[in-house]
């Protein structure tokens, strides 16, 4: 009796060693509150360059720095979650549709990645963003909604692989004073959210873990 429990308490203790040591921070302590883990939906080799591609409904279109933001935003966060190092900044896509408008209107998905030298694409669809001022102006309030899906540098759907058109992702601002919460500030905290739960997809991470909303870091080239 003595030898099997030993023999228990040494499996437990190397089983909680490769907790500590696979996983840090916020997610450890998320794990261990019973909370679970989310795995990633897909695992991207280190040699893939990864695109993050904006597009938005016509109801609710992106201005370019919005989108620009959107990007740079998703960029840091699978930086910084360890998804991958290869990553197309914002300014890459960004030139190929001012330089190029008409042409680009007209590519698909696939024809875009193969002129970034992309070979994923996260393709991220606004279909509604709404930031609003409301009562004379003195309150705001937005919210919005996405839908995500990872595509091969071909046009071959990656994931999800039944869904149509994508995963739902959505945002949300509560209403509050203009004076506290600027128009401004709405913008920054819908995109934030969607560039979180967008890279969130792609890393294993605890159930209840929210990644910073920062978006200082600039992504590699």
């Known amino acids: 009796m003595i030898n099997k429990y030993c023999q228990l308490k040494s499996v437990s203790g190397v089983v909680l060693a490769l907790l500590f040591f696979c996983c840090s921070g916020c997610q450890l302590e998320y794990l261990l509150a019973g909370n679970g883990i989310s795995e990633s939906v897909y695992h991207i080799k280190s040699k893939d360059r990864v695109l ?3 597009d938005s409904s016509s109801i609710s279109p992106l201005s370019i720095h919005a ?3 959107l990007i740079t935003a998703t960029n840091q966060d ?9 990553l197309v900044p914002a300014y890459r896509l960004i030139a190929l ?3 190029h408008p008409v042409t ?6 696939a024809d875009i990645a193969k ?3 992309a070979n994923i694409v996260l393709y991220v669809y606004i279909e509604r963003f709404r930031n609003r001022l409301l009562s004379a102006k003195q309150i705001t309030e ?11 540098e071909s046009g071959k759907r990656l994931w999800p692989r039944t869904a149509a058109p994508g995963e739902l992702v959505t945002a949300k601002v509560p209403p509050n004073l203009a004076m506290t919460q600027t128009h401004t500030a709405v913008e920054d905290s819908l995109l934030s959210q969607i560039a979180n739960t967008t890279a ?4 294993t991470h605890g159930k209840s873990y929210t990644p910073s909303h920062s978006s200082q870091m600039s992504a590699p080239n």
Request: cysteine-free; charged content about 20%.
């Open 67 to 69: 989108m620009s933001q």
């Open 104 to 109: 680009y209107r007209e590519m698909g998905i």
């Open 78 to 86: 699978l930086y910084r979650a360890g998804v991958t190092k290869r």
């Open 200 to 203: 969130g997809f792609l890393h």
């Open 97 to 99: 549709m001012k330089n």
């Open 142 to 152: 937005g919210d919005a909604q996405a839908y995500v899906k990872l595509v091969s």
């Open 52 to 54: 993050v591609l904006v």
């Open 115 to 117: 002129a970034l030298k």
